[in-house]
Nanobody, 127 residues
């Protein structure tokens, strides 16, 4: 059974930083692209970023480029999302996702391309 478990969410002041982690089990982690999405209250889930199987390629939504960084550790089956300069409007539940053969910026940004999802972790950014 595949499990993706996010952690690291919490309350942070605007301009602050937070590091989210996602621990994967039940799959061959190195064979999956990993992604992060978020869903703010009353809004649709949106793409944040993704990382290729080897970690050599990363993709980011324009809104987070230069502030967020995705990394992965295939030995530990984890993927991380470092978030800096957080804004109040980025308050959301952040979800980790795993998928295969997502090989372009267009493909990773589509929700229906991902096979597995975590339950999410709440990030609250205060103003």
């Amino acid at each position: 059974q595949v499990q993706l478990v996010e952690s690291g969410g919490g309350l942070v002041q605007g301009g602050g930083s937070l590091r989210l982690s996602c621990a994967a089990s039940g799959l061959t982690f190195r064979n999956y692209e990993m992604g992060w999405f978020r869903q703010a209250p009353g809004k649709e889930r949106e793409f944040v970023g993704a990382i290729s199987r080897s970690g050599s390629t990363t993709y980011y939504a324009d809104s987070v480029k230069g502030r967020f960084t995705i990394s992965r550790d295939n030995a530990k089956n984890t993927v991380n999302l470092q978030m800096n300069s957080l804004k109040p409007e980025e308050t959301a539940v952040y979800y980790c996702a795993a998928g295969r053969f997502l090989l372009s910026a267009v493909e990773v940004a589509k929700m229906n391309g991902w096979d597995y999802w975590g339950k999410g972790t709440l990030v609250t950014v205060s103003s």
